[in-house]
């Protein structure tokens, strides 16, 4: 048996890996202690059973079906064994990352869970039931391992060098000269192409894959500031940013900010051309460990920007303790205000609400002539929209 480490644990947080059997090999025996389970790849897997000395075949697995998780998420003895039908790859599911899983989910569902376990393996002790083979995976069964199977993606993404970062500018409405960019994240799987953020993005941000993701990021943001300098045709303000997002489970990375000093140092930038962008849910969860996190970040010279204000739970009260420079407003608010007094009167007052405590000044979304006039007229400054520029990416 040859196994293959997609990931060190120690770097992503995760262990995800890919095993190969060949043809007769053994997997784990009956009786053995369960430490993972294993979704097929390719080949084909029997379950049997010992009775009386002889083998009894319960199941033959293929490719996309999952087995072994009963005695990983229980504990307890294997009920069966695992041999290989032919060659076969396997990816491995840990009980490290199963137990990652279980710790976020509600107490009732990990209790329910082990309950049913407990039962079914009675029932299974007893002769109650068969034991099931080669059935079709559920819904929610094809969602886990499509998801488990994009983890493993990001993870050898990551070391292959596949993503790459998209630059959308945000432009001065009084005079057209650009004023910074934001870093968009992309993933160009080969043999694919683009892959759409929100395909993988979510998958990233929801476990420990942002936390390096993240590290490159930010690294690959300082990196193009000085490319963007040489190769942007358009009128550009010297100290112009790079704007950079910052992700929920990011504010639990211990070296988020030495990340963040280290990439200002690697390639001498002004740490006032790079801000950290964070939105308002974002702010809210968690405002003691937020705010220590963000004055670390303030600590290294880097701006700071809430993203989407408005949109979640209402940081105002909490604003002026906050160490940030700029508000962004989100493009729901210019979608209603072409047709909504109300929403115009929310652009223009959160606008001169960020004048008034010295702040800067975004607005989402404008992609027609028509919307840029009404957000001058509502005394907004700068913009970001499809109107200027779709995000591009940096020649090579």
Not at 192 to 204: D, V
Not at 229 to 244: C, G, K, M
Not at 251 to 280: A, C, N, W, Y
Not at 308 to 323: C, E, Q
Request: glycine share 8%; aromatic share 6%; hydrophobic share 40%.
């Amino acid at each position: 048996m040859h196994t293959l480490r997609v990931a060190d644990a120690r770097d992503s947080g995760m262990e995800i890996l890919r095993t190969s059997l060949v043809k007769d090999e053994v997997l784990f025996q009956e009786g053995e202690t369960g430490e993972c389970a294993y979704v097929i790849e390719s080949g084909k897997i029997l379950i049997v059973h010992d009775v009386d000395g002889s083998q009894e075949t319960l199941g033959v697995l293929g490719p996309g079906e999952y087995f072994g998780e009963m005695a990983l998420v229980s504990q307890q003895p294997r009920m069966a064994s695992a041999i290989a039908g032919e060659d076969c790859i396997l990816t491995v599911v840990t009980r490290k990352h199963l137990e990652e899983r279980l710790a976020k989910s509600d107490p009732l569902v990990r209790h329910m869970l082990h309950l049913t376990l407990r039962r079914y393996r009675e029932a299974l002790n007893q002769g109650f039931i068969e034991q099931p083979s080669g059935t079709t995976a559920s819904a929610d069964e094809q969602l886990a391992i499509n998801r488990m199977r994009t983890e493993q993606a990001l993870l050898q993404a990551l070391e292959n060098e596949e993503f790459l970062l998209y630059f959308q500018p945000i432009v001065r409405l009084a005079d057209r000269v650009t004023m910074g960019f934001e870093a968009l994240l992309r993933w160009n799987k080969p043999g694919t192409g683009l892959i759409a953020p929100n395909l993988f993005i979510p998958i990233a941000e929801d476990s420990h894959i942002i936390e390096k993701l993240g590290h490159w990021i930010i690294d690959e943001g300082c990196r193009c500031r000085a490319q963007l300098a040489r190769q942007y045709e358009q009128p550009l303000h010297q100290d112009f940013t790079v704007s950079i997002n910052l992700a929920a489970r990011q504010f639990q990375d211990p070296e988020l900010v030495s990340s963040i000093g280290q990439s200002l140092s690697r390639h001498g930038l002004d740490p006032k051309t790079i801000r950290m962008e964070v939105t308002e849910s974002q702010i809210m969860e968690d405002l003691a460990h937020t705010l220590t996190v963000l004055q670390g970040i303030r600590s290294t010279g880097c701006k700071i920007a809430i993203d989407d204000f408005g949109t979640g739970h209402s940081s105002l009260a909490y604003l002026s303790r906050l160490p940030v420079d700029t508000l962004k407003i989100d493009k729901a608010f210019l979608l209603d205000a072409m047709s909504d007094e109300s929403s115009q009167k929310i652009i223009a007052g959160v606008a001169a609400l960020a004048r008034s405590l010295g702040m800067g000044f975004i607005a989402e979304g404008g992609e027609t002539e028509e919307q840029i006039c009404l957000l001058q007229d509502l005394g907004v400054e700068q913009v970001q929209g499809y109107y200027f520029s779709k995000p591009f990416p940096l020649a090579s």
